[in-house]
C-alpha cells in the first residue's frame, strides 16, 4: 500500500473570475522509502502540493490518504496530531525560535509530546551530533551561518523521527557547500527508509532522488524512476521548464518562467517582465463548477 496516495486532488484559490488552479486533479502514488524531487516553474503548484501531503492545507476537491487512512476526515486537532509524529518539514527559509539556543530549539518538538526535560536534552544533542553541530549547543541562533541554521533546522524537524520529511527548496538560500551537507544529511535519512518529498530546482540535486516529478500549471506532466546517483536526464530538458505558449495559456494569463544555469551554478530567470503568478480558469476549467453565462440578445 502506498505511504502516500492523491486521488483527482485539486486545490483552488478565491474565487469566480479570481480563481486560481493551484492543484488541478493530481493523481499521485509515493511508497515507503522512495525520494521523491519534484520540479516545474515557479507557480507550478509544487508548495501547494506539499502543504496538501503534509496536512498544512487541505484540497478542495479529492481524496488524500496517509497509509490508507483518510486524513480528510480527521479534525484539525487530529490532523494537526498526524502532523506532528509522522511528518518533517523542511523549508527554505526556517525560523529558529530566536530567543532559545540551538539545544532548546532541537528539542522543542518533543516537549509537545510530553517527554521529560532528561530525556529531550539528550536526544536534541544526539541529534546536533549528526548534523555535525554538537558544538554549537548553546549559541544563540543570529550566531550561526545560515547553512549552520539550516542544519538546526532539519535537526528540529528529524528530531521525532518522522516517517515523511517534506523539504520545499532546502538548499534554496545556501552556497554550495553548506548545500551539499544538507543533502548529504536528507540522503542518510532516506537510506534509514524514511521517505522524502523535496522541491528543487536544481538538477544537480536528482542525484539524490528515487524518482522525479516535473510539474506545470497544477498538474505532473512526467513521472521519472530513476537509479540514485544520476542525475534526471528529463531535469535537464528545458522543455519541462519553457514558456507556456499554447492557446489556452494565452487565455489564462499563464507565464511559465524559464530557468537556466549560469557558470555560477545560480539559477536565473529569464524572463522577468512576465512573472505575473495569478490566473483566471481558462474556458476548459474549472470543470467541476461551471459557471454558465447568460448570451445577451441583441
Ligand atoms: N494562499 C494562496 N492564495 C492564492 N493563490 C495562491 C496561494 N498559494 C499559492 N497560490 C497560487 O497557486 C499557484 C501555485 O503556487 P505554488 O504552489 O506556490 O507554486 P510553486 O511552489 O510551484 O512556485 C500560483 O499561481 C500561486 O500564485
Ligand atoms: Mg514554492
Known amino acids: 500500500m502506498p505511504i502516500i496516495n492523491l486521488k483527482d486532488v485539486s486545490r483552488l484559490y478565491g474565487f469566480g473570475d479570481a480563481t486560481t488552479v493551484a492543484l488541478e486533479d493530481i493523481n499521485l502514488e509515493i511508497n515507503k522509502g522512495e525520494f521523491v524531487a519534484i520540479m516545474g516553474p515557479s507557480g507550478s503548484g509544487k508548495s501547494t502540493l506539499m502543504n496538501v501531503i503534509g496536512l498544512l492545507d487541505r484540497p478542495t476537491y479529492g481524496a488524500f490518504t496517509l497509509h490508507g487512512d483518510n486524513v480528510e476526515a480527521l479534525k484539525d486537532d487530529q490532523r494537526a496530531k498526524v502532523r506532528r509524529d509522522k511528518i518533517g518539514f523542511v523549508f527554505q527559509s526556517f525560523s529558529l525560535l530566536p530567543n532559545m539556543n540551538v539545544l532548546e530549539n532541537v528539542a522543542l518538538p518533543l516537549a509537545y509530546q510530553g517527554a521529560n526535560l532528561h530525556h529531550r536534552i539528550l536526544q536534541a544533542r544526539t541529534m546536533l ?19 549552520q541554521v539550516q542544519r538546526v533546522a532539519i535537526a528540529r524537524s528529524l528530531i521525532n523521527q518522522p516517517e515523511i520529511i517534506i523539504a520545499d527548496e532546502p538548499t ?9 551537507l544538507v543533502m548529504e544529511l ?15 530546482h536544481n538538477p544537480e540535486l536528482t542525484r539524490y532522488a528515487t524518482r522525479v516529478l516535473f510539474m506545470r500549471d497544477g498538474m505532473i506532466v512526467h513521472d521519472e524512476k530513476k537509479s540514485l546517483g544520476d542525475i534526471s536526464e528529463s531535469s535537464e530538458n528545458t522543455k519541462f521548464f519553457e514558456e507556456t505558449t499554447n492557446e489556452e495559456h494565452d487565455i489564462a494569463g499563464v507565464s511559465a518562467m524559464l530557468t537556466v544555469e549560469t557558470d555560477q551554478g545560480k539559477y536565473v530567470k529569464m524572463n522577468p517582465q512576465s512573472t505575473k503568478k495569478s490566473r483566471k480558469p481558462s474556458v476548459k476549467r474549472p470543470t467541476k463548477k461551471k459557471k454558465y453565462k447568460r448570451s445577451k440578445k441583441s
Open 129 to 147: 551530533e549528526r548534523v555535525g553541530l554538537g558544538d554549537r549547543s548553546y549559541f544563540l541562533p543570529t550566531q550561526l551561518s545560515g547553512g
Open 172 to 180: 534554496g538560500n545556501l552556497d554550495s557547500i553548506a548545500s551539499r
Open 186 to 200: 536528507l540522503a542518510d535519512i532516506h537510506k534509514m527508509g524514511n521517505t522524502i518529498l523535496m522541491v528543487t
